[in-house]
């Protein structure tokens, strides 16, 4: 099963554009990227998928590398309602089947 | 539409004491899961239901029991519970099928203390 790698913490300036990390260097040819996040103690939220072109949806945009290795999450104009922790999630398996396997994340602080 | 809805919400058990964890869907999602989540913790995966009638071990099975009793509901019994099982559980739904392209929604979780 492909593992990510993410950075344990980052901050990020309100207003300004929050780009979040992963390593993903053994993701197989037909797994996709998942990024969820979860706010305080809630459930996780979905935000976005990709698996090999650049997605873009209304709550932020992912980029992934050409050689899929490597992604990047970005929330254009990060607020406070930002404040999570962002994981980024390879899905195993196909079919019906497929799981999300989390990692521990990154927690994105949004400051004033 | 509720989505993944979750009951109990809250829950202290005493040690050895059994209890069934609800979880219910009405996106007719053909997979769900079972997840636990430990203080500062990602989200282990601890069984899951690919279609209805069926179901599978994930990465933290020991302790649990799951019951696909159809396709909206799947519930997760501890039949002896352990201080260890401390945790907040999280139920999911996605729709699966063919492709892997399909986000997971999840409830919002279960907080279960073991005394």
């Known amino acids: 099963d492909a593992k990510t790698t993410q950075p344990p913490s980052m901050d990020c300036a309100e207003g300004r554009a929050a780009n979040l990390p992963c390593n993903h260097s053994t993701i197989s040819g037909n797994e996709y990227v998942y990024w969820y996040r979860q706010i305080h103690s809630q459930g996780p939220q979905y935000i976005i998928h990709?698996?090999?072109n650049n997605e873009t949806n209304e709550m932020a945009s992912l980029i992934i590398t050409e050689d899929r290795k490597s992604s990047t999450l970005i929330l254009p104009h990060a607020t406070l309602r930002d404040t999570a922790v962002y994981y980024c999630i390879v899905r195993v398996g196909t079919g019906t089947a497929s799981k999300l396997t989390f990692g521990t994340g990154t927690r994105l602080q949004v400051t004033l | 539409n509720a989505g993944v809805t979750q009951t109990p919400k809250f829950q202290v058990l005493k040690t050895g004491q059994s209890m069934t964890l609800q979880c219910a869907q009405d996106?007719?999602?053909?997979?769900m899961y079972w997840y636990r989540q430990d203080p500062g913790m990602g989200l282990r995966l601890i069984y899951y239901s690919a279609s209805e009638g069926t179901t599978d071990k994930g990465e933290v099975p020991n302790g649990y029991n799951v019951s696909r009793l159809n396709k909206r509901e799947f519930s997760l019994r501890l039949e002896s519970a352990a201080p260890s099982q401390t945790s907040v559980y999280f139920c999911?739904?996605?729709?699966?099928?063919?492709?892997?392209?399909?986000?997971?929604?999840f409830g919002q979780g279960t907080r279960l203390t073991v005394v």
């Open positions: 996106m007719n999602h053909n997979s």
């Open positions: 990709g698996l090999k």
């Open positions: 999911a739904s996605s729709g699966g099928g063919t492709s892997t392209g399909t986000e997971a929604f």
